[in-house]
């Protein structure tokens, strides 16, 4: 029994890890091409990423003792990769973290507009949400974790309260709206939006290495993952007419504010501010966190190493992304797309594919366990991962190569 609810944890911890603020943007940016072709996109993305993610059991499976990602790379693929991956990391984190900075400030001063009839501008209700919340993260990991529980439970009532009230007004009309030509979208963002495999060594851990229950956790997780986008993206879709979504995506407003501002009861209205605020907070807590972690490994602080307790490693974290949020204000989606399209899918996607090739066909390392589908599988995965960054690169550079909305 004791063993069974380690793996419900570890899959509990996985879906955590995933279902955050970017849940938000889902429907918005999924919803330009319509229920159907998000459904294949979805599952796609679940597999892509599911497999990855046991890639890197095979891999975490050649060492002895805990390690992380970044000395996976640089077993295999030199300390220029580690390089590269540590670079990687820090942009992946400070893209999250402007993306869930600028909608904090966009929730605050509508929260405060509505409430109070104070206008704001976006970058003060940003600046306060830092200000206010940031002290946690200078005050470490306990402070972070006890009121991170508090806020799951919080979303995931809020969640179930605005799927309930939101499912009467869904309609079919919405629902049968298609754009398969906007299908690749989406992408970018529903990779980053199953991207737990920082979760995964850790995980190795707290399972002591047993390959069967870290699968079954992994497999479990993302799969209750799967389950919540798919129950989401059908309400809010259906909820949502197609006008209001594409002029949505055009605004960076996300699907809790459409929602909000689409069925017009006060139930709804503040259950999906509700949801927002807690789903914002969860997210920026958990990155913010996690890169005054990476900075102070990093840095290699003798007298603080150990500790994310530090003004210095807070502000590394913080005050970059800060300022970046005040100068460019609505850029959501693309600091989502940018941490999905580039740094999650050469993290999460090319690098556990190309080390497991290495490890396998080059060194010839024994492993205890080896993902099925040989070569054929690490095709796939090398072949869509550099099909979503060659997708996200044309999106950024302007290359008009793919449909847009």
């Known amino acids: 029994m004791k063993e069974a609810n380690k793996v419900i944890g570890g899959s509990l911890l996985i879906a955590g890890s995933c279902i955050g603020a970017g849940m938000l943007a889902l429907p918005i940016l999924t919803g330009v091409a319509g229920l159907r072709p998000t459904l294949v996109m979805l599952g796609l993305a679940w597999l892509f990423m599911t497999t990855t993610a046991l890639l890197l059991i095979e891999v975490n499976g050649w060492f002895k003792k805990e390690v992380n990602l970044l000395t996976m790379v640089e077993h295999t693929l030199g300390k220029w990769g580690r390089r590269f991956s540590w670079a990687l990391y ?34 003060v209700g940003t600046f306060f ?58 992408m970018p963002i529903l990779v980053i939006s199953f991207g737990f495999h920082n979760m995964i060594p850790p995980l190795h851990a707290y399972l002591k290495g047993d390959t069967k229950r870290i699968k079954m956790a992994i497999i479990g997780g993302s799969l209750l993952t799967l389950g919540i986008y798919l129950i989401w993206e059908v309400v809010a879709i ?60 990093g840095l290699s602080s003798k007298s603080n190493k150990a500790s ?18 005040i100068l460019f204000p609505n850029v959501f989606f693309s600091a ?17 594919a190309l ?40 999106i950024t550079f302007g290359w008009d190569l793919f449909p847009h909305a």
């Open 129 to 186: 949400f830092v200000l206010v919340f940031g002290w946690l993260i200078y005050l470490g990991t306990r402070p972070v974790d006890l009121v991170n529980r508090v806020l799951m439970f919080g979303k995931i009532g809020a969640f179930a309260i605005l799927v309930a009230f939101s499912a009467g007004y869904v309609k079919q009309v919405n629902l049968e709206v298609s754009h398969a030509s906007l299908v690749f979208v989406a």
């Open 238 to 297: 259906g909820v949502l007419p197609e006008g209001v979504i594409l002029s949505s995506h055009a605004s960076d407003i996300d699907a809790a504010q459409a929602i909000q501002t689409t069925i017009q009861r006060p139930i709804i209205g503040t259950t999906a501010g509700i949801l927002a605020f807690f789903a914002i907070l969860t997210s920026f807590l958990a990155q913010s966190l996690s890169l005054a972690r990476f900075w102070a490994d």
């Open 355 to 394: 080390m497991v090739w290495i490890g396998r066909y080059k060194k010839n390392i024994k492993a205890p366990y080896r993902l099925i589908g040989g070569r054929k599988t690490l095709c796939f995965v090398l072949l869509f991962a550099s099909f979503v960054l060659f997708y996200q690169l044309t």
């Open 90 to 123: 820090l942009l992946l984190f400070y893209a999250l973290l402007v993306a869930y900075m600028v909608l904090s400030g966009n929730h605050a001063s509508h929260f405060l507009l509505h409430v109070f009839g104070l206008n704001i501008p976006d970058w």
């Open 308 to 325: 994310v307790s530090n003004f210095w490693f807070c502000g590394l974290a913080l005050l970059p992304p800060l300022g970046f949020t």
């Open 336 to 352: 989502l797309n940018f941490a999905g399209g580039f740094c999650a899918v050469i993290l999460f996607g090319l690098f556990p």
